[in-house]
């Protein structure tokens, strides 16, 4: 009975956790937004702090500039006029060159005045502008730190919830198994006195055994998607944290989302601001890609990785080689390919070239961006749309064509629908072939 006890509860808040996490995800991603978004207008308001402050700095060095020639001309109009009180009524043209000097220095004073008054208003002004400005980052920089030391909380949840939720997944994992060990031996009586009771009895196991593995899935899934909730996806993007939560939750095959789980400890970002061409370095194990733009992927956000995902995962899951190595999946590849060529020129009436052209123009588009890159694989780029590896990339490994093939497909299995059913529509053989590797990854 304890332990019947013990899995309801585990039943209980896997199915509260998972209830819970569309609000939260969107709570924790608006707040995030909301986070990153003020952290940009303070940059920007901090260099308009530093434009104001040069600005009032400028304005006090031509404010002594200007004090010290005003000085100046008052010194020489005094200057002037002490001239004019001493000079003899007689000499008229000095009296008249005297006061045209006179009369020049004083219109400088004025000048000099003017602007120095200008200039005061003008730093004033600056000064008003800096302070509110000052004013306006701080509150901002309060309101931002409010804000991360509410997400740090929410986060340190999160991560209680996923750490929880991986304990209850072990411990339906656990229960997976006795409740094998029960079937297997009341199957062994099936055929004594009780046989009827005991086959009854091993059909309620294997039932049980389904809701079991039911709910060791939903755990290992909402484990991973809290856990990315909680910051454990290395990516600085949240938009990108996002995008990889949604697809997650949508996935189209759960077969490649499970794989994906069973993985999911093993992703290694090494760089998320890469500004080179996204891959995944078997030799390193780990991805490089850019986390911003994949966000704003118009192949899909997130497509590029789940694609090197897709890289990593069928490295690490072959036993001594790629599992996409298996020459089935060649096979089953390069037959869907051929299938599709000579249904064109049946249906057209036409050469393999002419074909060629006819599913190049079939291919264009970003929605076919998976489809045309494994048309070019296997035509040496003859035969491909808007999107392919140079010929030089196939030609430089023989098995390249698998590779990306698989990458292409995980992808497509935690995409949009749409993007699946695509992809079965010109590879069913291939992807038929592909479940049967995911399985055994």
Known sequence: MAAGNSISSVFDF???????????????????????????????????????????????????????????????????????????????????????EIQEAEESIRYLRDREEELSQSFDRTMDSYNETKARRDSLTHTAAQLESDLRAKRGKCGTIAT?????????????????????ALHSIASMRFGASASQAAGSRSSREQELLQYESDARTHAQLYQ???????????????????????????????????????????????????????????????AGADAQNPKGAGTT???????????????????????????????????????????NNCSRAEAFDIISDELTGTENHSISDMFGSMTNGQCQGDWGHSRNYWQNDSTAFQKESFAHMFEASIGS????????????????????LIRRG
């Open 228 to 290: 990315m909730l909680a910051g454990g996806d290395n990516s600085s993007s949240a938009q990108h944290r996002q995008a990889i939560t949604q697809r997650l939750s949508g996935a189209s095959n759960p077969l490649a989302r499970n794989l994906y789980n069973k993985h999911a400890a093993s992703v290694q970002i090494e760089n998320d601001h890469y500004e080179g061409t996204a891959h995944y370095n078997p030799s390193t194990g780990s991805i490089n890609l850019h």
């Open 305 to 347: 990785y789940f694609h090197e995902v897709g890289h990593m995962i069928d490295h690490k899951s072959g036993s001594g080689g790629w599992l996409s190595s298996d020459p089935q999946y060649g096979n089953a590849l390069k037959a869907d390919v051929e299938s599709h060529i000579s249904n064109t020129m049946a249906k």
């Open 417 to 436: 629908p749409e993007k699946l059913q695509r992809i079965q529509r010109y590879f069913p053989r291939a992807y038929s072939v592909f479940e049967s």
């Open 14 to 100: 896997i199915n509260q956790v998972k209830h819970l996490y569309p609000q939260t995800a969107s709570d924790i991603n608006t707040k995030q937004n909301s986070l990153d978004d003020i952290h940009r207008y303070v940059e920007k308001l901090h260099a308009y702090l530093v434009d104001l402050s040069s600005r009032a700095q400028s304005i006090l060095s031509e404010r002594s500039r200007v004090s010290v020639l005003l000085e100046n001309e008052e010194s020489r109009l005094a200057q002037l006029q002490s001239r004019e009180r001493q000079s003899s009524s007689d000499d008229d043209d000095d009296d008249d060159d005297l006061q045209s």
């Open 164 to 184: 929880k939720l991986s304990q209850d997944a072990d411990i339906l994992g656990n229960e997976v198994q006795a409740v094998k060990r029960q079937a297997s």
